[in-house]
């Protein structure tokens, strides 16, 4: 694998956009666009929807199908979401990648969190700064660049920016699906690692919820006709804490209980929330078993208990193909002074969902930074143009041949 003449001029090109690339990244932190502010995410797609225009191809709005979630009270609510962003380039092309990003964040309307700000070492606070308002201007700027390269023709590709990532991918699951099948290798842009390491293997992620039914009464008239969900509930959410520790990789978090009313009244409904991290399918199989077991001792006279949810997002091995790809991209990273590195990771992201489609995929070629889902969340201003070079020179040395797509598509087997 060689640098070209070619190569660098693209290079020199986002060297020069520096302000562009991190300005608009910070103009869009300012639109407040949690996963379940309609409005916000609205606002967040008209704004990125002229940016992806500027590429070649065909730019189209995705409606998604409404999810469902389960409400305080138990019943099912249908949630609806904004349509998902899709650019088509050149796709006769021989070699095919997808590009994914989420424009959802974790911070709701009325957060208070929209501003970036300088902090005294250099990096920028904001909300969605890294993950990955800065990850999706990234990938655009790269984009843009490798348009410019003699051997663009040679690769097409499709971005996918959806709006629900933070929640799971809910809706647009069955988009990421099928366009992985179409692809040869993936690049999703959440946030690098921890020193700007890439995610190797990834945990499988699932969300559930219980609703506990008992029987409503007055809490000293009648205390003894009443079935008290709460401590059904609570009880419950004991025993599955208890799966911690008894399978190597398999985590319980047990998230929050809903619930409960007047103090002299026997409350009848409660929800358990929770999710579970697991390392594979068969750890899947034993914690479900697990789940269930426990969802079956809670019923009683007078309670009942109902599973809802499921695993989402299966886990994402470092498989031969995925071992291929990061090694190649490695060596991309060493033609212009990045030192590569990758670590496991438990978190999960739209790269579990294109993996599972069959698609190997490098998923954190966003931004430098870290303290995400807090407050506290930052970036690197000097990792935009950065990750940005990385991307250019990635593409174009999969368009050049040098990284065999579709060979590392086949080790997937």
């Not at 666009?33 to 990125?48: F, V, Y």
């Not at 949630?79 to 990003?101: D, I, K, N, S, Y």
């Not at 993950?131 to 996918?160: N, Q, W």
Request: hydrophobic share 45%.
């Amino acid at each position: 694998m060689q640098l070209t003449t070619q190569d660098l001029s693209i290079l020199e090109r986002l060297s020069g956009e520096k302000d562009e690339i991190l300005g608009r990244a910070v103009e869009w932190c300012a639109l407040s666009s949690g996963s379940r502010n309609l409005p916000g995410l609205e606002a967040q797609r008209a704004a990125l929807e002229p940016v992806l225009a500027e590429l070649p191809g065909e730019v189209e709005n995705v409606a998604l199908a409404d999810s469902h979630e389960v409400a305080a009270d138990g019943s099912l609510k249908a949630q609806p979401h904004p349509p998902a962003l899709m650019a088509t380039v050149r796709p006769e092309a021989l070699v095919q990648v997808v590009l994914t990003g989420h424009y959802d964040t974790v911070y709701p309307a009325g957060t208070g969190f929209t501003e970036v700000r300088a902090r005294a070492d250099g990096a920028l606070n904001g909300p969605g700064l890294a993950d990955m308002k800065g990850g999706i201007s990234v990938m655009l700027a790269a984009l843009r660049a490798f348009e410019g390269h003699p051997d663009h023709a040679r690769l097409g590709y499709r971005v996918l920016l959806s709006p629900d990532e933070e929640i799971g991918s809910l809706a647009s699951a069955p988009v990421l699906a099928r366009l992985a099948r179409g692809g040869q290798v993936g690049l999703t842009y959440e946030p690098a690692m921890a020193g700007g390491a890439l995610a190797a293997q990834r945990k499988g992620s699932g969300n559930f919820h219980v609703v506990v039914r008992g029987r409503a009464a007055h809490a000293g008239r009648d205390f003894d006709k009443g079935r008290n969900a709460i401590a059904a509930a609570a009880d419950l959410a004991v025993r599955l804490a208890g799966a911690n520790g008894q399978r190597e990789g398999v985590t319980l978090n047990v998230a929050r209980i809903d619930g409960g009313g007047p103090l002299n009244m026997v409350p009848d409904i409660a929800v358990v929330r929770f999710n579970i991290r697991l390392p594979d399918a068969q750890a899947g199989e034993w914690a479900l078993a697990y789940v269930r077991a426990q969802v079956e001792a809670t019923a009683a006279e007078g309670i009942a208990a109902e599973l809802h949810g499921g695993f989402t997002r299966p886990a994402k091995p470092f498989n031969p193909a995925q071992q291929q790809l990061f090694g190649a991209v490695k060596a991309a990273g060493a033609l212009i002074g990045q030192e590569i590195a990758w670590a496991p990771s438990g978190g999960v992201c739209e790269g579990n969902n294109l993996f599972a489609a069959g698609l190997p995929n490098v998923d954190t070629l966003g931004v430098r930074g870290g303290d995400i889902h807090s407050q506290d969340e930052y970036a690197w201003p000097e990792s935009f143009v950065e990750r940005a070079q990385l991307s250019a020179v990635i593409l174009a040395k999969l368009a050049s041949g040098e990284i065999p797509a579709a060979q590392i598509k086949a080790a997937m087997g």
